[in-house]
């Protein structure tokens, strides 16, 4: 009876939500339009619709295959989808229509060509982008065997997928084991699952009649062992051209000699406080932070050569990981708006400057709290490059801080770091440039990660903003307030709990089961694991109630902990130059 009981709530709920959500989707008008129609290989169109005003319409055929359907309203709010500048593009990868100038040639047998296609039109801050379902629009084949790589590809791991469905499986057949009479009852709602959320909406799934217990255990298997999307090939033909590089710098020790001194106070009362790994990216290597027991400052000891820097920074934010990076920083959009909210009391400036800004997420974040400001971003990555052309920024600097100063000086009302100066070698080097850069009258808007909260200590390396080897400095609030007034800045405002992110279990269990899960070979890592899938599906497969319970923890004892202490994983502070 509870099993039943919780089967019927999970399916409940989950046809709510894609009900929801299939119900949202607008149907085409007829008729002809200037757009240029691009269809996969099999898709079939009659008849001619009309796109309006949108530079961009995603194709959905009512007889979308129901597995498709399914993972489509799972990527996307229809409802919300234009509007919402964070929505990443998401198809049907059937078809679109698409104005000239946004129009690419796409692979028409690779599905995942579209989603990515989509994709990119949909990342341009100035161009509407929409989806529809499209009348008289057949759907060609599904391939099942593209699908782990669409799943990645919207930032879902199958092995995860398939355990979630596994267990799920595996919950509706202990129910009729259990309890058969009651237990058919949770294997109709387990079924009547597609039925319910399709029925009366625009689409109506051609498989609509295959049973579910049926076509799930398939699904697995197709999933399992699915092919490799046309970008995944190209990205393994990158990382074979890259293994050189690495191969030859593998082993090589990037550390400098050890200090004995702090760099904040000078004091020699020093503290081993972490010892760490890469666990992001998993390149080798062992790092330790120390804490200075006078002024609390936490560093890297001893810390990274620039060469050691270029080696661990390869490949994270931009090359091969410049996708996922982006997917991180488009996912949590809420710190941006609270950032721009905390100088609306102080200034509404005309030119704000960001440096570190990477692919300029905070910017686009902070245009809508600040519609008449504009922003420009600094950092010495590409992306910069690249938010400046899709439209996040009005001009982008590519390099060091102190490559501008001069260009840059008085410009600015507000400068902004974000989680930049632990990064940096050198953090009191960069206040000086800012204290320099900034008129009299201008802020200085810094946030960093706060090494004095105390899930920090607990969790030691698998604390996510200890994040090594790239976290070179690790300042607290006080020790930053001094230093800026050392510097001519007064300190007008500091945020601690309203800057936390309650996050600390789940990001801790994250990094620890990934640690534990072998990974796909790299250039950095190239040992190749026996059973890797097998063991990768056995970790994410146990982890799962672990996140469950994660997350609780972080919605309760960690938002207790902030809000009692007004302390979190973050701080902002806001400065004037006087």
């Known amino acids: 009876m509870i099993l039943t009981a919780l089967v019927v709530l999970v399916v409940l709920v989950d046809v709510l939500r894609l009900r929801s959500r299939a119900s949202k989707l607008r149907v085409l008008a007829m ?7 691009l269809t996969a290989t099999g898709v079939r169109s009659e008849d001619s619709w009309d796109a309006g005003d949108a530079d961009l319409v995603d194709l959905v055929p009512r007889d979308l295959p129901t ?57 341009h801050v100035h161009a509407e982008v929409d989806i529809a379902v499209a009348p008289g629009l ?25 355990a979630g469905s596994m267990i799920g499986y595996a919950v509706v057949a202990a129910a009729v084991v259990v309890d058969w ?11 009547a699952h597609p039925v319910l959320v399709f029925a009366g909406t625009p689409l109506r799934p051609r498989d609509l009649w295959v049973p579910r217990f049926v076509r799930t255990p398939y699904l697995w298997l197709k999933t399992a062992g699915g092919k490799k999307s046309t970008a995944e090939l190209r990205q393994a033909e990158t990382l074979k051209q890259a293994a050189p590089w690495y191969t030859e710098r593998l082993g090589r020790d990037y550390h400098e000699a050890r200090r004995d001194t702090c760099p904040s106070c000078g004091s020699s009362d020093l503290r081993r406080w972490v010892t760490a ?28 050569s620039e060469e050691g820097l270029g080696f661990y920074y390869r490949d994270f934010y931009d090359g091969l990981g410049e996708s996922s990076a982006d997917a991180v920083f488009s996912g949590k959009t809420a710190p941006y708006y609270g950032r721009a909210r905390m100088v609306e009391p102080f200034t509404t400036p005309a030119r704000w400057l960001d440096v570190g800004s990477g692919h300029a997420h905070f910017c686009l974040g902070a245009k809508e709290v600040l519609p008449d400001t504009a922003f420009d971003g600094l950092d010495q990555g590409a992306a910069i490059e690249d938010a400046a052309r899709l439209g996040r920024i009005e001009q982008a600097y590519r390099g060091s801080f102190k490559d501008f100063a001069g260009e840059l000086k008085g410009r600015y009302d507000v400068i902004s770091m974000h989680h930049y100066l632990e990064h940096v070698r050198d953090p009191w080097e960069e206040l000086d440039i800012a204290a320099d850069v900034l008129p009299e009258g201008g802020y200085l808007l810094i946030e960093l990660p706060d090494p004095e909260w105390r899930l920090g200590r607990l969790f030691g390396q698998y604390w996510m903003p200890w994040f090594q080897p790239q976290h070179q400095h690790m300042m607290p609030i006080d020790n930053l307030e001094h230093a800026l007034a050392d510097r001519g800045l007064i300190t007008v405002a500091r945020e601690r709990s309203k800057a936390h992110l309650c996050n600390d279990f789940t990001l801790a269990l994250l990094l620890f089961l990934g640690a534990k899960a072998p990974r796909t070979p790299a250039p950095w890592r190239p040992e190749r694991v026996r059973l890797r899938r097998v063991r990768s599906f056995l970790v994410w497969t146990l982890g799962i109630p672990a996140f469950f319970v994660a997350v609780a923890l972080d919605q309760t004892v960690n938002r207790f902990l902030a809000a009692r202490t007004d302390r979190g994983n973050a701080y902002r502070l806001l400065a004037l130059k006087a």
């Open 31 to 37: 008729g002809a339009g200037e757009h240029k129609l």
């Open 67 to 123: 597995v498709a359907a399914l993972d489509l309203l799972g990527s996307v709010d229809p409802a919300k989808y234009r509007s919402d500048r964070w929505a990443r593009g998401a198809s049907a990868s059937q078809a679109v229509l698409v104005r000239d100038e946004y129009a690419e040639t796409v692979d028409p047998d690779d599905p995942t060509e579209l989603v990515a296609f989509v994709r990119r039109v949909k990342d």
């Open 138 to 162: 057949k759907a060609g084949p599904h391939d099942l065997g593209y699908r782990a790589a669409t799943l990645r590809q919207i930032g879902k791991r199958p092995s995860l997928w398939i």
């Open 181 to 191: 009479p009651w237990g058919l009852v949770a294997l109709a709602a387990y079924w």
């Open 277 to 304: 790994h890469d666990l992001v990216q998993r390149k080798p290597g062992t790092f330790t932070m120390d804490r200075c027991v006078r002024c609390a400052h936490v560093w890297q000891n001893p810390r990274l």
